[in-house]
């Protein structure tokens, strides 16, 4: 077993400085927007969505209703469905570890899992687990590190919230140069920048999401088959 969280630890090392860096980020977002770091706590053991929290904090101060907020969520997060499905099978051979394996399914540790390689010693389940594990908790922490900064330090966070539109170029740019598959990226880039133009910065964000899961939906075969994956 030490060897095993060893080996999770070492592979999620890349993942530890980025998701301290945007969890602090998101945490010092949700504090300037009053709420405090217990709420960054619960919002990131709970919710755990990324780019998706970073919205939840306009969300919250904009006083969107639970069902709003939960849709809004679901469609940000929906890529996950494709490249998902690559693990679903072994998943499901991990038990009880199935479900977090699905609630912690973000883009950097899906890009880790795909070099999760056992090695002599190592489980390769738990190691998966670990690495899902060790990801989320790098993620709290930065964000209550973050909330608590906001709190007790003198920093002027005038622009902090341009941390969101860094965090959607960051996987936008990974998602291009890792995944074999460009039709995900392309969709999304010219679903928003239609409907930016069409209908304005207030209300592109959810037509924009809504086409571009449709559109994808229809041509999640041809995805599956270009990442390598089996058709559906």
């Avoid at 690559?86 to 950097?108: G, H, N, R």
Wanted: net charge positive.
């Amino acid at each position: 077993m030490i060897k095993t969280l060893k080996f999770a630890f070492q592979k999620s090392v890349p993942v530890l400085f980025g998701y301290l860096f945007l969890g602090s980020a998101f945490g010092i977002m949700l504090q300037q927007a009053g709420y405090n770091f217990v709420w960054a706590f619960f919002i990131s053991l709970f919710v755990y969505a990324g780019s998706g929290q970073f919205l939840l904090v306009g969300l919250l101060t904009g006083g969107a209703s639970l069902y709003a907020t939960a849709f809004m969520t679901l469609l940000i997060n929906s890529r996950h469905i494709f490249y998902g499905l690559t693990f679903l099978e072994k998943f499901k051979k991990m038990k009880k570890m199935y479900p977090y394996m699905i609630f912690s399914l973000t883009d950097e540790t899906y890009s880790v899992l795909c070099s999760c390689k056992a090695v002599g010693g190592v489980n390769e389940n738990n190691a998966m687990f670990g690495v899902a594990l060790f990801d989320h908790c790098y993620w709290i922490v930065g964000s209550v590190l973050g909330a608590l900064l906001g709190q007790f330090l003198p920093f002027d966070f005038a622009g902090i919230e341009f941390s969101m539109t860094a965090l959607f170029v960051v996987i936008f740019v990974e998602q291009w140069r890792s995944y074999k598959s460009h039709i995900p990226a392309v969709v999304g880039l010219i679903s928003a920048t239609v409907f930016l133009i069409v209908l304005g910065e207030a209300n592109f964000i959810l037509p924009s999401l809504i086409v571009s899961v449709s559109v994808l939906m229809l041509c999640k075969n041809r995805v599956m088959q270009e990442v390598g994956g089996e058709a559906i």
